[in-house]
């Protein structure tokens, strides 16, 4: 145990450790990509046994180290080349080598696509998978046999060597052909890296030493490059996860439709959606990727507008309110607007306004619905489904209703306004570059109009124009009042007390 002492042992275990580690670099990656072709439950189990075979084939040659030492003897000649036992074994490891990763390069390369319509797959067989795993080993375990001859005459230094690399390359085994099968180009970078040494071994064979060196540099070097190439990677998924996801999913679908969404480089940068859609099929599309951003504050009727009935008056005012107004449906309150107690219609309502029963057993039937201000409107329809067709209430965190929606709602923030007989647009084209604007225009409907997509900010506190102009004024607003957003002037044209009616927007 003398030997044990000795720190030129210690030294000679820890390089040879390293130096196995990575000639089984090569070995581990070829195991991921053969197991690859095994079903998924059985890929874990053909790691393992590749892996162990390998160190068991190790194992077994460095006892056969007086038989190895022969191996240089020449065995037969060639015309003018003779050819060791040991050069065989070189150059047949190497044809294999060049064989296996041509046949794996060219079908990465030639991306025939895998359509499975069943789930009938067709995988390698396990025996035959690891038979190729069994040649695979014998190729590379005689070169890291030898590589272990070369650096220590203790053979239990050599043995320990191999079986501290096995283990730890056993353990990373998953995780490293994880990462190999998540990234195409290291799957292309290790079948060069095969045929790089499958090449030298068959120069070894015919006698023709290449230093080891220029191998490995050249491998550093490829692997260097290609850190860079997933850091850059990296670096532009981060920033493309920046970009707000409604900007992505229209990308994404303009693409798979035949359009494209593409940045333009002016002082209003912005995204715009070419030729290939018509203008009401881009606004449509807008709209509806649009829909599990918005809130359901940003497309309601706001508690301004919202035409409702005070049961506690009489008859004749309930007909009159009923009667002034285009609606069908009508919010019957008690008192007050936070006092809801039914959504009726306003023939239904007009029918029993003067019989007390009928007209209890009619508010009796329709008990009104809430859904919260801040819910995203994906999120709300299937709430307007089960309405059946009544309007759906909003309210705050209080109780307090802040407005209303209906279906017809969510129909107009995808294909824009259908306003009623006395209502007005709260966006009117005056020429190609301005829009007369209401205050309380929705900021989304204004990005569809304008076929930008970055007027609203990730998190923004408002939904309308004039909330907007008040963020990005500080709340310093007053008849004239300018804006220069993303390229877009806007110009406060009528107040309302300290409430922005109307603005000119100019966009070129």
């Known amino acids: 145990m003398e030997f044990l002492l000795d720190p030129g042992i210690w030294i000679g275990l820890l390089t040879l450790i390293v130096l ?86 060219h079908e990465k390369i030639e991306g025939k696509p895998e359509v499975n319509v069943t789930t009938n797959i067709v995988y390698a067989s396990f025996a035959a998978v690891v038979a190729q795993i069994v040649v695979l080993d014998a190729v590379f375990s005689l070169d890291s046999v030898i590589t272990a001859i070369g650096m220590v005459d203790n053979i239990y230094v050599m043995m320990v060597a191999m079986i501290v690399a096995m283990a730890v390359m056993l353990l990373a085994s998953k995780s490293l052909t994880a990462f190999v099968n998540r990234h195409p180009t290291v799957v292309i970078l290790c079948l060069s890296f095969l045929l790089l040494i499958g090449i030298s071994l ?40 920046k970009i707000p996801l409604r900007h992505r999913t229209a990308d994404s679908i303009l693409k798979l439709m035949g359009g494209k969404m593409e940045t333009v480089a002016n002082s209003a940068q912005h995204f715009e959606a070419k030729e290939a859609f018509a203008d ?41 309110q009923v009667l002034s107004v285009p609606h069908s449906l009508f ?42 201000a801040k819910m995203k409107v994906i999120d709300a329809i299937n709430t307007l489904r089960t309405s059946k067709g009544s309007l759906v209430l909003v309210s705050d965190e209080f109780g307090n209703v802040q407005g209303l929606i209906s279906p017809l709602d969510v129909f107009e923030a995808i294909a824009g306004e259908f306003p009623d007989a006395d209502e007005q647009l709260d966006l009117v084209k005056i020429d190609d570059h301005t829009w007369k604007a209401s205050g309380m225009l929705d900021v989304y409907q204004l990005e569809l109009e304008l076929g930008m997509m970055d007027l609203v900010e990730e998190d923004a506190g408002y939904i309308s124009v004039a909330g907007l102009i008040l963020e990005k004024t500080h709340g310093e607003v007053m008849l004239g009042t300018y804006l220069e957003y ?23």
Request: aromatic fraction near 10%.
């Open 331 to 372: 919010p019957v309150c008690r008192g007050s607007l936070d006092k809801v107690i039914s959504v009726v219609r306003a023939k239904e309502l007009l029918d029993v306004i003067d019989d007390d029963e009928q007209l209890k057993a009619l508010i009796k039937r329709h008990r009104p619905i809430y859904i919260f």
């Open 486 to 508: 993303h390229g877009v002037h806007f110009e406060v044209t009528e107040l309302d007390d300290n409430r922005i009616k109307s603005v000119l927007i100019t966009h070129r």
């Open 20 to 105: 196995e580690i990575v000639l089984g670099i090569d070995n581990l990656v070829f195991i991921a990509i053969l197991a690859e072709k095994l079903p998924p439950e059985q890929r874990d189990k053909a790691r393992v046994v590749g892996l162990s075979l390998a160190l068991f084939m190790r194992l077994g040659l460095l006892f056969a180290i007086s038989w190895l030492v022969t191996l240089t003897k020449p065995l037969i000649m060639v015309f003018d080349w003779t050819f060791s036992g040991r050069d065989l074994i070189l150059l047949f490891g190497g044809l294999f080598l060049v064989y296996k990763a041509v046949t794996e390069l």
């Open 202 to 241: 068959i120069a070894e064979g015919f006698g023709f030493h290449i230093p080891k060196g220029y191998i490995y540099s050249g491998i550093g070097v490829a692997i260097a490059i290609e850190a860079f190439n997933q850091f850059g990677q990296r670096n532009v998924a981060k920033h493309e996860s």
């Open 280 to 320: 009401e099929e881009r606004y449509m599309i807008g709209g509806v990727l649009t829909l599990a951003e918005r809130s359901v504050a940003s497309i309601m009727t706001p508690r301004s507008q919202i035409s409702w009935v005070d049961i506690e008056d009489s008859p004749e005012q309930i007909r009159e």
